[in-house]
């Protein structure tokens, strides 16, 4: 075969050359109108939740920056295991940006996902630590990577555990959660650890193409109802780090029953701080940590909120550093 004809073969393969390179972004997808629909899994109370991209743009140097709106809507309400609006930050090596639903401090913008990290990469999220000690570490570890078909279309899923460690080589530690992209889907489910049930795609509306059950999915976000978004807040303990006492505050929309649990690191039961039936409005509690004897370290507040039909409305995690 000449030179020529193997050059012309060339020319001619190159586009599927280039359609066969992947694209990491494809595990986050990032059209604004892009909307998801997920059954969510709680035993006693299953409901479906919505996730919607509201906006999109990219700045100058690429990043991309999406706004995320979720929610529950048997009845409307605040969107378990998402935040009601989420912000998110993809930059130029594909790593995503954004909500850590463990909580906690930083929780707001941490690197939540490296779209093109292969099997078995780790990297920390978070570092406790103060001026002259490290605590321990939030992480992050791809733990799983596989082929198999999603909504009739043959995709990759990648599933990313997030937990606590002492160590930054450490592997494995106290399970907060885990999340699984599908290629071309974005999430597919979440769950596991200390959250409130699990979720998993039922149907999806991306790039203007319909998949799965799109039984309640709405097509254009112009079709977003006037929605009151729930106010319930777990806010950090103040002082942080502390010795030997810390107050901790919160907020109710509605009246519920209230239940904060500390844990330590390895997610063994210290104490409970309040469980009882609370009315709307703003309350502090104390926690006094010298009569427990425990030593230096982080410690994790617990918040659950169940409302008047003993349904859960609301969860989330605040850590906090013991200075002894």
Known sequence: MNSKLIYLLFLISLPLLKAQVPNPLEFFPHKEGDMWEYFWNDLQYPDTVQNFNIHDSVDAEGNIYIT?????????????????????????????????????VGAENLLIYKLNANLGDQWVLYTHQD?????????????????????????????????????SSDTSGLANYGDVLAKGFGLWSRGGGELVGDIYLKGCYINDTLYGDTTNIITSVKDFPNISISDFKLYPNYPNPFNPSTTLSYR??????????I????????????????????????WDAKALGLSS??????????NENNIPVFSDMRKSILLK
């Open 68 to 104: 995320q709106f979720a929610r529950r809507i048997n009845p409307i309400e605040w969107a378990v295991l998402f935040p009601d609006t989420g912000y998110y930050k993809i930059d130029t090596n594909f790593n995503v940006f954004g909500p850590y639903m463990q909580g906690g």
């Open 131 to 167: 001026s002259s000690t490290i605590y321990g570490y939030e992480m992050a570890r791809v733990k799983k990577v596989w082929e198999d078909q999603l909504f009739g279309i043959q995709t990759t899923f990648k599933a990313y555990v997030y937990y606590n460690a002492t160590d």
């Open 252 to 261: 109710l929309k509605e009246n519920g029953t209230v239940r904060i649990v």
């Open 263 to 286: 844990y330590d690191m390895k997610g063994e039961k210290i104490t409970e701080l309040v469980n009882k039936f609370q009315h709307a409005g703003y309350y502090e509690v104390d």
């Open 297 to 306: 370290g982080v410690y994790l507040f617990r918040i659950e909120i169940k």
